[in-house]
């Protein structure tokens, strides 16, 4: 992870801040964290009061500072752009947490208890958003995870060198001082076991289980030398064998896709001494959905990116990968997405000799979801269609948030719709 | 707004929510402004300064001018403004305004005299529309109308003579506002005593010249190619506005309740301005530039601070930094230092090198090759001029560190 800011870097460029009225960064925070008040705060030497707006505003606030894709978020919209350059929101935001820590300071507070219990089934970004806001509130919540650790995509999937676990445990450390419980290893595995929820006392339950099901070409079964990007990505932050450096060390390794998982995966096959690494994606450059910082810094780190590249079949030897057959790509009329569709070239196909294939072509939700859903209404993709402004579902007092509602999307907006939904519940509650 | 802890502090008897107020100025000309303040957050107002509508009150035009330095802006603001330009009427109806909506606020009526009548009118005037303490100011250092302004406060004899007549005709608690452009501040401040003062603001504006233009010769603001020597307030000014408050606070003749003025941003300088004796604070310039929104942080800031060190109340920190501020003769200078150099983290800009040559003990030696100073602690004065220059902080690439018994470092004849 890069450096944290120091207390001078941090004040010098709030001193850079316009202090803008009605601050357009505060607008462009999916998550409502508040630079502008932040920012405020911290320039005005009330550095305690700008650490407690960030923790109440945003439970993760640090890992946000860290992940955000600030240039096309808070950042994008600074005012001080055209005259200068943007303040860098995220660094300040992330000094402060961390800064908070050091003098040991918790500005979070909890209500009485209202002896009032919400499920919450998830325990990534979300649904630990949506945990910290109840209990602030004095709701008892009980938070039902699958996975044996909290954090989701955060704990499992994001690699070690932009977010380590130690930053992770220390942010989690907030939410359980809250008194949220966390039962692991509990997944909420069909319809009615949703709603036994209810029966069992829980007066609204929260879903947040995101979209850990992977895409897939369908060029490949069962061969050594082929992963989906989770799974390769939760292996290489796993701690249990095998050693992932064992594999991937030495070896050609192809990432196939062109967003943020494509390049995590092929920046942490890098990172494991591969010998080679290529993106393999079938547009240009410019329309890979990847973080354009990110973009560029997988380019500088020697990334090859093999644009314009479609695979057609992956090539084997006694069931171990050892090449891909693509053909070239030219750019054709804007397709629904708005980009220009990518057209075979013919008689462009070519080998491309690999030991190690990742399929990172996008996230949805799990096979199984459609089982556990089956009550509630769904979007084409298996999305649960929730109220925009409350986040209740087709189902009374069900209400669902984060990437199971979105498609794979963002932390802060899967901040944003945990507390969406904590305040509906409580309005919903004081209304009961 | 965090919760915070009570704030509130009684001053002249008179129990203000909190010690944070604006000062008579343009924040403070309308009591739909000041209700604004209220709401978020001020305790209390020195409301702009009230006059007589005889003399028509015309301000000049432009009438402040900001003065920036490096990248910062407003360090210093100068200002010609006179008293205020709305009718005596209006404004005693907004006071009495405010009271009616915000009777657990403080309004301080300001008010300026051009005589002895004048004086008993207004201060009449003023209390009778529900104004809890009166203001005289003595003090702003530019009014165009003679006998008035600094120039009373500069004359100790009127100062008693109009405090007195004040004093003999309102019940409520009167504090005269000070000039810094004196030599002992005290003096005027005993007189006002004299005169039945209960307490004081200080500072007002400091009398100077802030810029000159180049290319016209006029200095700023340029009223119609005409400047003059006139107010600076904000920033730049604190250390000036901490002085008088100490002085005053230290007079034990004196033994009056002041309002500490002069360059107040932030919670720090609040809480600078309370240590060195002020129970309340008032602020002109900070408002000027970022608006009412800084007494937010101010709030939140002192109640943090207090909670930090254990402070039950506000009144527990007035003060408490007097016995620290002495005559530089009771220094102990059998204690020496020298600079400490964590070189680990230099940068090597050489910096250090150049002023400890040039404005040192020329005890630093420059590594051409390493880029770093080679630092002879022998030689050090321990002036710690290199620490002010050094960009390395968090902590400091240069401390300071005592040492026992060091030889004295006096410079050698030149060769
Ligand atoms: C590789 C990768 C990198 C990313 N990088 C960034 C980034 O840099 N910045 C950014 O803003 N966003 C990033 N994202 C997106 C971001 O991580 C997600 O948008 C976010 O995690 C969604 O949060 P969530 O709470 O909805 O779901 P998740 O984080 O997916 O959490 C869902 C949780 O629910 C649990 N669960 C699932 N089903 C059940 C069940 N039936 N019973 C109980 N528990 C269940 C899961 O185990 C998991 O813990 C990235 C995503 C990926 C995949
Ligand atoms: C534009 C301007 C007008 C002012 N007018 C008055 C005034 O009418 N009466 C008064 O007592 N002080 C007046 N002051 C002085 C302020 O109340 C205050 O004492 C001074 O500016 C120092 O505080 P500051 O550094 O917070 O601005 C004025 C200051 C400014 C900048
Ligand atoms: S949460 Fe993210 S988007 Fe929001 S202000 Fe912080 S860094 Fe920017």
Redesign the pocket.
């Known amino acids: 992870m890069e450096p944290c800011f120091t207390p001078d870097q941090a004040y010098a460029e709030a001193g850079r801040c316009l202090l803008c009225f009605d601050a357009p960064?505060s607008k462009?925070?999916?998550?409502g964290?508040d630079?502008g008040t932040f920012i405020r705060k911290l320039r005005l030497r009330n550095i305690k009061g700008a650490i407690a707006t960030v923790k109440n505003n945003?439970i993760l606030?640090g890992i946000?500072?860290i992940l955000?894709p600030?240039s096309g978020?808070?950042?994008k919209e600074c005012a001080a752009t055209p005259i200068d350059r943007p303040i860098q929101?995220?660094r300040v935001?992330r000094f402060l947490i961390e800064h908070g820590r050091k003098l040991k300071f918790n500005p979070l507070e909890k209500k009485e208890p209202n002896n009032i219990n919400i499920a919450i089934i998830g325990c990534g970004p979300s649904g630990l958003s949506c945990a910290a806001e109840l209990a602030k509130e004095g709701f008892s919540v009980d938070i039902f995870e699958k996975k044996p650790k909290p954090g989701g995509v955060m704990r499992y999937l994001i690699p070690d060198h932009r977010l380590s676990k130690e930053f992770l445990n220390e942010e989690l450390k907030d939410i359980s001082s809250l008194g949220v419980n966390i039962r692991y290893k509990s997944p909420v595995e069909s319809g009615e076991e949703l709603e036994k929820l209810l029966k069992e006392g829980y007066r609204a339950v929260y879903i947040a289980t995101g979209t850990w099901g992977m895409k897939s070409l369908g060029l490949a079964s069962v061969y050594k030398g082929f992963y989906n990007a989770k799974e390769f990505l939760e292996k290489c932050k796993s701690t249990e064998k095998p050693d992932m450096k064992k594999i991937i060390s030495g070896k050609r390794v192809c990432v196939i896709g062109g967003g943020d998982t494509a390049i995590d995966a092929a920046e942490s096959a890098l990172i494991l001494d591969a010998k080679d690494v290529s993106i393999v994606y079938r547009r240009s450059f410019a329309q890979m959905p990847g973080d354009e910082n990110g973009k560029i810094e997988a380019l500088k780190s020697g990334i090859n990116f093999l644009i314009l590249t479609q695979p057609v079949k992956y090539l084997t030897n006694g069931g171990r990968i050892t090449g891909i057959e693509a053909v070239r790509n030219k750019l054709g009329t804007s397709d629904t997405s708005g980009r220009p569709r990518p057209v075979p070239i013919s008689g462009s196909s070519h080998i491309i000799s690999t030991d190690i294939i990742i399929e990172a072509i996008g996230f949805g939700p799990e096979d199984d979801s459609k089982m556990l859903f089956e009550k509630f209404k769904l979007s084409e993709k298996g999305l649960i269609l929730v109220d925009e402004k409350t986040g209740t579902t087709s189902k009374k007092s069900f209400y669902a948030g984060g990437d199971i509602t979105r498609g794979p999307s963002l932390i802060?907006e899967a901040v944003a719709d945990g507390k969406r939904a904590a305040k509906a519940i409580l309005e919903d509650m004081e209304l009961s | 707004m965090a919760k915070l802890l009570d704030l509130s502090i009684d001053f002249c008897d008179v129990k203000f929510p909190n010690p944070v107020l604006l000062s008579s100025s343009p924040v403070s000309n309308t009591a739909e402004m000041i209700g604004r303040a209220f709401e978020y957050g001020f305790g209390g107002v020195a409301y702009k300064t009230l006059g007589f509508d005889n003399i028509k009150i015309i301000h000049p035009s432009p009438r402040m001018a900001g003065y920036t330095y490096g990248s910062n802006n407003l360090i210093g603001l100068q200002n010609v403004e006179q008293i205020t330009d709305r009718p005596l009427q209006d404004n005693l109806m907004d006071i009495e305004y405010l009271k009616k909506h915000w009777s657990n606020h403080v309004v301080i009526a300001s008010i300026m005299g051009f005589s002895e009548e004048e004086w008993i009118e207004l201060a009449k005037m003023a209390a009778g529309s529900g104004a809890d303490i009166l203001e005289l100011n003595f003090s702003c250092p530019h009014m165009t109308v003679e006998g008035s302004g600094m120039k009373v406060g500069q004359s100790f004899g009127l100062i008693e003579k109009f405090t007195s007549t004040v004093r003999n005709v309102v019940d409520i608690p009167i504090l005269a506002k000070m000039t810094p452009n004196i030599t002992d501040i005290t003096e005027p401040a005993l007189s006002a005593k004299k005169g039945g003062a209960d307490g004081l603001t200080a500072i007002n504006t400091v009398r100077a010249l802030t810029e000159i233009g180049l290319d016209d010769n006029v200095p700023k603001p340029n009223v119609a190619g005409i400047g003059a020597m006139s107010g600076y307030s904000g920033p730049a000014i604190k250390p000036i506005g901490l002085r008088c408050v100490t002085e005053l606070a230290q007079c034990t003749d004196l033994n009056l309740p002041i309002a500490g003025c002069g360059g107040i941003e932030t919670w720090v300088d609040t809480t600078e301005y309370l240590l060195c004796g002020a129970s309340l604070v008032q602020i002109t310039t900070g408002v000027v530039h970022y608006g009412y929104r800084i007494v937010e942080d101010i709030l939140e800031g002192l109640s943090y601070y207090m909670e930090e060190k254990g402070f039950k109340s506000i009144s527990e920190i007035v003060g408490k930094a007097l016995p620290n501020i002495q005559p530089t003769d009771r220094f102990d200078l059998s204690r020496q230092g020298v600079g400490e150099y964590d070189l680990d983290r230099c940068v090597g800009c050489g910096q250090c090198y150049i002023v400890c040559q040039d404005a040192g003990g020329q005890c630093i030696d420059w590594d051409y090759d390493k880029r770093r100073p080679v630092h002879d602690e022998e030689k050090c004065l321990g002036c710690m001029i290199c620490s002010f220059i050094c960009p390395v902080s968090d902590p400091p690439l240069i401390s300071y560190r005592e040492v026992k018994n060091k030889k004295s470092v006096i410079p050698p004849v030149s060769e």
Do not use: R, S, Y
Request: glycine residues 20%; negative net charge; contains cysteine.
């Open positions: 960064c462009g925070c999916p998550a964290t630079p945003n606030g946000c500072g955000c600030v978020l808070c950042e929101i995220g935001q802060p």
